[in-house]
């Protein structure tokens, strides 16, 4: 019994160094994670700031940008849990704590397209995938819209992250983490179709509205890389949308109900920025949508 117990105690222990030792190297990876630099210098763009431009900027800033940088652009805490770390979204303005009387026009192209700062270093969780998408038109329209930001003063800190943490991060939990990691920050900037209630344009929306984050790349469904987040519906011609029309699409993403009474999650769908959308552009989502080969359902 002696013997047994002996064996028992030698397995158990080499298990608990053996987690100790992945660990730590995941600890070490998310570090070097955290403090990875990036040599990235954005394609020269001609910001255009006449009042159409602008107003073309803060449509699109609201729509896409407004959830995590606020309305005002004074910045939100994304995440702040001891047991994790602090994420905020920057004060994007001139006022204390904001990073706009520093960026320069390169660097909000940097930001926004590459998911890389000023300093070089990678945005954590910045949507830069889905961004990569702007065409130039909409990518200065943007920058000069948040050029135009009244200061707020709103200084949020520096993010920072536990131990485990860092282990998280490095094991794949918060999935692609780091926009900068994957994108092609050499390819040229995107062109986009006329705008207009058409599958082809509401294609660039989809792009650049970050879906396939959490309904897959083909959009047939999936569970986002979110710490509890559920399973999001397939959206291809066999998936929820089957029997909606354009108006059950347009007044779901206003109201957030869905055509059978159930209410979205706004944690995990942000239907109050999309739903910001011209009911046009909300129509082209759904007609690409519709368009899309049908696709068995891959969620639950």
């Not at 073309?56 to 995440?79: M, P, T």
């Not at 949507?127 to 200065?140: C, G, N, Q, R």
């Amino acid at each position: 019994m002696k013997k047994v117990f002996k064996w028992v105690g030698i397995i158990f222990g080499v298990l608990v160094m053996l987690v100790l030792v992945i660990a730590g190297s995941l600890f070490i990876k998310g570090t070097n994670q955290l403090s990875k630099t990036y040599q990235v210098e954005p394609v020269a763009i001609a910001i255009q700031d006449d009042e159409g431009s602008i107003e073309r900027g803060a449509y699109l800033y609201q729509v896409s940008c407004a959830g995590c940088h606020g309305d005002d652009l004074s910045g939100k805490v994304i995440l702040d849990d001891p047991a994790i770390g602090y994420l905020p979204a920057p004060n994007l303005t001139a006022g204390q704590g904001g990073v706009g009387s520093n960026y320069s026009d390169t660097d909000y192209a940097r930001a926004i397209r590459h998911g890389v700062d000023a300093e070089g270093q990678g945005l954590l969780i910045m949507p830069s995938k889905a961004y990569w998408h702007f065409s130039e038109e909409d990518l200065s329209a943007i920058i000069a819209y948040v050029k135009t930001a009244q200061p707020v003063d709103n200084d949020l800190g520096q993010k920072s992250q536990s131990p485990l943490g860092k282990i998280m991060l490095a094991a794949g939990a918060f999935g692609e983490a780091f926009a900068a990691d994957v994108l092609d920050h050499n390819a040229p900037l995107a062109d986009a179709p006329d705008r207009g209630a058409t599958a082809a344009y509401g294609e660039y929306l989809v792009n650049t509205g970050d879906c396939r984050n959490c309904h897959g790349p083909d959009l047939a469904g999936m569970q986002s890389p979110e710490p509890g987040s559920p399973y999001s519906p397939n959206l291809t011609p066999t998936g929820v949308l089957t029997i909606w029309t354009a108006d059950d699409f347009i007044e779901t993403m206003h109201t957030g109900v869905t055509p059978y009474g159930r209410q979205l999650d706004p944690n995990f769908m942000p239907y109050e920025y999309y739903g910001r959308m011209d009911n046009q552009d909300l129509t082209a989502i759904f007609l690409y949508l519709q368009s899309l080969p049908a696709i068995e359902s891959t969620s639950k």
